[in-house]
């Protein structure tokens, strides 16, 4: 589709059409200005250089005129930017209800990729085509940036704190994964590949992988293993809240605040305890900070969020 | 030095009655311990154009090792290159540069005034300075730091094993050195001003310097807490950045663009206000809208404070910030836009002459504007997401702070240069050279736009091997580039010497400066002078010109 323009990347999400479409406008109108003032100084250079004959006679002396034009032709023009630019972003940065759940950690200085049913890999990432993947992020060092040029999507990874990202691509094949942001040593070679493939393509390389747990089911171990269903069951005798079906729900805080049960916060919640204690309930719970790597504790939210879908679900 | 005395007798010259202040001592403590503005702004363009070859060197070498995608410097060299050349040519050539020499230099003559406020905080300040670059240059022979001139924690307090405590110390002294020069501008430009010289008959230079000043004065404090922090935290892990300790990673990015994008703007203003003298000088005619010019200065100043967290769209701030902080940088871009439209409209109906400052400052007008443009795409939250992090940056911002602030300063120094050292600088040599910038910038920085496009991440090493094209023809620029800057060393060197004499007023220009001898008496005026006029009474129809003083001068 933009193939007729030169030095053009690949464009292969839904995402990357609607930012070459606001690119392509400014790219025009920056095109415009810059040539509109060259154009200016050029002809103006010339036809009132020293020694020319043309009329210097009746100077403009008063310039509020001007200046008051200019400035609100600016000023209009840029809200204009600004309202088409702020509405995309939070397009982009909103996931939709995802079709599926990709969680991707980075460490210096590779890309890990766990999907739902419990297949990884490292500095790849497959996907399936038209399907809607939300990515969580976490980082178990220093912030990464991921970024796939033809999807156009980017965003920080960073330590203690766990983003989302959400993207459809459009495009069966294989395309850039980066790191852009300074992470070290390795910096620059801390890449991959986001292969894009159709829906039985997807299915056969997921069945391929030789897998017997998911990713959610190696998390209910984990919580068992670290004592986390000691407390966080029904027939437990310390006063814990119960997990099933916490994701997705506002929670009430001891301090009166809430908070939205997203992944971000479950895992604020196991790692810091103590500050996000939830209403009505004794802040026991010691902290698990340095216990747990990231991708255990990715498989720990997993496995809480499966628990809220069952209930839902009723299986 | 000392030839300049001999040949002062040329007619047109007014009667001299105190030698000049390059002769009027010549011992080496007379300079060291002077507290003349003019000779610690020579002191200041030694140290600073000492640090811009050795950052320039820095980037030679990145532009060398990224000519191919195997590169010539081991990894860990390539990042400290980077570092480096980030932290040197930041703090110690762009944030000092226009101010501390032409400032230096000029504010006082300018405004009609004998010194700056504060004599010996000056020359202080150029002492700090170069303590801070003993530190930096320690950090540097060391090995270096490897963290991007940024600091970004928690790479820089827990991961990074090179020098970072010294570079964040050399960054942390600096700061003084900023905070002294800029007070000292703020009070010397309320105080000092002569007899008439209200604030709306400013130069516009001077307005440059006051705007910049106030911006210093009160951002560079929060850098120094912010690099002292860091320090704390490298040397005794407070745990303040570190999550593991209930720290918050993203509050250093908060500190640090707090200081660090009003710096930008440090960086441009003095640039801006150079530009505006020029610009009249050469095209006879007074500059248009000079209160819009002064109200764009301001406005930038303040609203700069307002926009650091556009550097951290990507970063996981919340979305709502995010959309409040690319507003207001579309906000700050209004006043430069108005600064390029009346620089360009000064032409109109001008009598120009295209002499090297002109050149310089053409140039500028019109890689400003490809920064300006570019920035706004920055501005535009979905477009800064895709480049965010790659060399569509580094081209976007090497246009402001290279192309438009480098040029400024080139600019600058050969305008100035009869009126500093008493000499014409060989103009053909000259335009030469600026036009040589203009076309070897644009080869080394505009292939970046299209690098970034296409998805390389800066700071790295290496990269894939379909994008050597675009990285070879930028290493080529940056080999043109590198002459040009280094040409002017040698012909102006040369001028120093076998120049041409140049009298008072080489420039037929309006502002105080030029109504007294080149280079300047020690004490600068015999008599204070009384200013009747606002600056850039050009009259290009009649090609006269009526200085600041009132004094009317025919073709």
């Known amino acids: 589709m933009y193939r007729w ?130 990515l969580v992020l976490a980082s178990e060092d220093v912030i990464h940036s991921f970024f796939v040029p033809a999807f156009r999507i980017k965003h920080d990874v960073v330590p203690g704190a766990l983003e989302t990202i959400w993207f459809k691509a459009n495009k069966t094949g294989t395309f850039r994964l980066a790191c852009t942001q300074f992470c070290g040593l390795q910096h620059a070679t801390m890449a991959g590949e986001v292969v894009v493939m159709s829906g039985p393509d997807y299915a056969r390389w997921l069945g391929d992988q030789g897998v017997r747990e998911s990713f959610a089911e190696q998390g209910s171990e984990l ?93 | 030095m000392s030839v300049t005395t001999v040949e002062r007798a040329s007619a047109d010259e007014p009667p001299e009655t105190e030698p000049s202040y390059l002769t009027a001592e010549n011992t ?59 932290i040197i040519m930041v703090w110690f050539f762009l944030i000092p540069s226009i101010p501390t020499t032409f400032g230096n230099f000029f504010i006082p003559l300018m405004i009609g005034a004998r010194d700056l406020a504060f004599p010996r905080v000056n020359l202080g300040s150029w002492y700090v300075f170069n303590l801070s670059g003993l530190v930096v240059l320690y950090s540097l022979v060391m090995g270096g730091a490897d963290t991007g001139w940024t600091f970004y924690t928690p790479l820089s307090t827990s991961f990074a094993n090179g020098y970072v405590f010294a570079a964040a110390m050399a960054v942390f002294i600096n700061g003084f050195s900023s905070i002294m020069t800029s007070l000292n501008f703020v009070v010397t430009i309320h105080r000092l001003r002569a007899p008439g010289m209200t604030w709306m008959r400013l130069p516009l230079f001077v307005w440059g310097i006051y705007s910049v000043s106030v911006v210093m004065l009160t951002a560079t404090p929060v850098l120094t807490m912010d690099t002292f922090l860091l320090a704390v935290e490298r040397f005794v892990g407070t745990g303040l950045f570190d999550p593991a300790h209930g720290g918050d990673v993203l509050l250093w990015q908060h500190m640090f663009w707090f200081y660090s994008h009003p710096a930008v ?21 007074p500059i248009f809208g000079y209160a819009g010019m002064v109200i764009a200065l301001m406005a930038i100043a303040i609203l700069s404070f307002f926009v650091w967290a556009h550097h951290m769209f990507v970063a996981g701030i919340s979305i709502y910030s995010a959309v409040f902080f690319s507003l207001m940088t579309f906000f700050v871009a209004v006043p430069s836009a108005i600064k390029v439209f009346n620089w360009t409209v000064s032409l109109h109906k001008g009598s120009i002459s295209f002499d090297a400052p002109m050149l310089y400052a053409l140039g500028f007008v019109l890689l400003f504007t490809v920064g300006g443009v570019t920035g706004l795409m920055l501005a535009t939250l979905p477009v800064d997401v895709d480049v965010h992090g790659t060399y569509f940056v580094i081209a976007h911002f090497h246009y402001i702070m290279v192309g438009a602030t480098v040029s400024a300063y080139f600019a600058a120094l050969h305008y100035w240069w009869p009126k500093i050292t008493g000499r014409y600088y060989p103009e053909g040599w000259a335009r030469f050279s600026a036009i040589l910038t203009y076309v070897g910038f644009n080869f080394t920085f505009f292939p970046q736009f299209i690098l970034g496009y296409l998805g390389m991440a800066r700071r790295s090493y290496t990269y894939p091997a379909d994008w050597q094209s675009w990285n070879l023809l930028s290493s080529a620029g940056a080999s043109i580039l590198a002459v ?65 003083e009132g004094r009317s001068h025919a073709r």
């Open chain 2, 28 to 86: 080496i403590s007379s300079w060291l311990l002077t507290r003349d503005h003019k000779r610690i702004a020579l002191l200041f363009f030694a140290s600073i154009t000492f640090f811009f070859f050795v950052g320039g060197m820095a980037a030679t070498l990145m532009r060398l090792n990224l000519a191919t995608p195997e590169g010539l410097l081991q990894p860990s060299v390539y990042n400290r290159m980077f570092t480096m050349h980030g």
């Open chain 2, 484 to 548: 040009a800057y280094a040409l002017p060393l040698l012909y102006l060197g040369w001028s120093l010497i076998w120049g041409r004499k140049a009298g008072p007023n080489p420039w037929r220009a309006t502002g105080l400066e030029w109504a007294i001898a080149s280079p300047p008496p020690e004490h600068n005026f015999e008599r204070t002078p009384t200013v009747t006029l606002e600056p850039y009474s050009y009259d290009p129809e009649h090609g006269s010109f009526v200085t600041q």
């Open chain 1, 223 to 315: 919580f068992r293993a670290h004592g986390c269903s000691g407390c966080h069951s029904e027939n437990s005798t310390v006063h814990a809240p119960l997990l099933d079906g916490v994701y997705g729900t506002f929670v009430h805080m001891q301090d009166g605040s809430v908070r939205f049960a997203d992944e971000a916060y479950l895992r604020d919640c196991i790692v810091n305890p103590r500050s996000f204690t939830v209403a009505g309930y004794p802040p026991v719970m010691p902290d698990y900070a340095g216990q747990l790597g990231e991708d255990e504790l990715l498989k720990v939210i997993a496995y809480i969020k499966s628990i809220g879908s069952k209930r839902e679900t009723g299986r």
């Open chain 1, 5 to 134: 323009i030169p030095f053009w990347p690949d464009t292969a999400a839904v995402n990357a059409i609607a930012v070459n479409n606001i690119y392509i406008a400014e790219l025009a109108l920056s095109s415009l200005i810059t040539l509109t003032v060259a154009f200016m100084l050029l002809t103006f250079s010339i036809r009132y250089r020293r020694g020319s004959t043309a009329s210097r006679a009746n100077l403009v002396q008063k310039t509020w005129h001007f200046e008051v034009g200019w400035t609100t032709a600016t000023l209009g023009l840029f809200l204009i930017l600004f309202v088409y630019g702020a509405s995309m972003y939070i397009w982009l940065y909103n996931p939709p209800p995802a079709d599926e759940e990709i969680y991707v950690v980075g460490k210096r200085w590779m890309w890990k990729a766990e999907h739902p049913g419990g297949q990884r890999e490292i500095d790849a990432l497959h996907v399936p085509i038209d399907k809607t993947i939300r």
């Open chain 2, 265 to 285: 703007y440090i960086m441009i203003l003095p640039a801006m206000g150079v530009i505006s003298e020029i610009i009249p000088c050469y095209a006879r005619r």
